[in-house]
Nanobody, 120 residues
Framework: QVQLQESGPDLVKPSQTLSLTCTVS??????????WTWIRQAPGKGLEWMGA???????YYSPSLESRASISRDSSKNQFTLQLNSVTPEDTAVYYC????????????WGQGTQVTVSS
């Protein structure tokens, strides 16, 4: 059983940096065949793919966020993190981490999501 759990602040001030961590159990984030992904959903909006880090360590970002987002990992802790710089209220959303199967592009496991509000 693979489990993912998001953690981080629930309130961030505009212009600051948001840092979220996804802790994974049941599978190594360096295991072949998977990509570890950040997805968010703003109020009233659909799911937005933000970026991912593959088992190899390669990172990928949404073009709309690539200038502000950074994904990294700590394999010793089996965690991967999202850093989003210069946040604005438009970054208010529920943030999810998820595992993606590379061969079929399916998201097979998701965290429960964490609400992040950007407000002064």
């Amino acid at each position: 059983q693979v489990q993912l759990q998001e953690s981080g602040p629930d309130l961030v001030k505009p212009s600051q940096t948001l840092s979220l961590t996804c802790t994974v159990s049941g599978e190594s984030i360096t295991a072949n065949g998977y990509s570890w992904t950040w997805i968010r959903q703003a109020p009233g909006k659909g799911l937005e793919w933000m970026g991912a880090i593959a088992y190899s360590g390669s990172t990928y970002y949404s073009p709309s966020l690539e200038s502000r987002a950074s994904i990294s990992r700590d394999s010793s802790k089996n965690q991967f993190t999202l850093q989003l710089n210069s946040v604005t209220p438009e970054d208010t959303a529920v943030y999810y981490c998820a595992r993606r199967v590379i061969t079929n592009s399916n998201y097979d496991y998701w965290g429960q999501g964490t609400q992040v509000t950007v407000s002064s």
